[in-house]
């Protein structure tokens, strides 16, 4: 896991391996490598001694208040949204994270039709998504009597679908 924050929405983390990506950003974090896990839900969760940032109540009653707290107007991030589909983000171009007070962010481009590259130290392999690990594999993967040859990181935005 690479992942410098997780948010954690509405999730029990029970199951599934649903707790591996947080609670490996957490322990990052207590290293001082990364920024760890956020996580808002109404329940408690076996992992929340771990958190970064523990919030108890609704996602959507949370997560509207961080949007006034910061001064965000939602119609306004949504007309941009519609039309623009580029984020900026502390990256470079080789999609390493940038060091401490570098600037220079990343524009990531998510408009269909753009071609995008997972990065050297993906984690696909080790989420088990059968049908991804041929991606970056160095020999042919079977799953469900279907076998992949490897293939390379790379792969085209379908769309954006924020409902997901």
Partial sequence: VTADLVIVLGSSLGGLNADRLPKTAAQRSLAGKRLGTVCI???????DGMTTLRLFGSSDDILRKLVKELCFDG??????????????????????????????????????????RITEGHNIQGAKQPKFLHIGASEPVTYLACRRAP?????????????I
């Fill in 75 to 116: 119609e306004i991030l949504a007309s941009k949204r519609d039309t623009d589909d580029c984020i900026l983000v502390p990256y470079d171009a080789h999609g390493c994270l940038l060091a401490s007070g570098e600037t220079k962010n990343m524009w990531l481009n998510l408009n269909a039709g753009t071609e995008v």
């Fill in 41 to 47: 839900n109404l329940q408690q969760t076996p992992h």
């Fill in 151 to 163: 293939a390379e990181p790379i792969g085209i935005v379908r769309c954006r679908d924020d409902d």
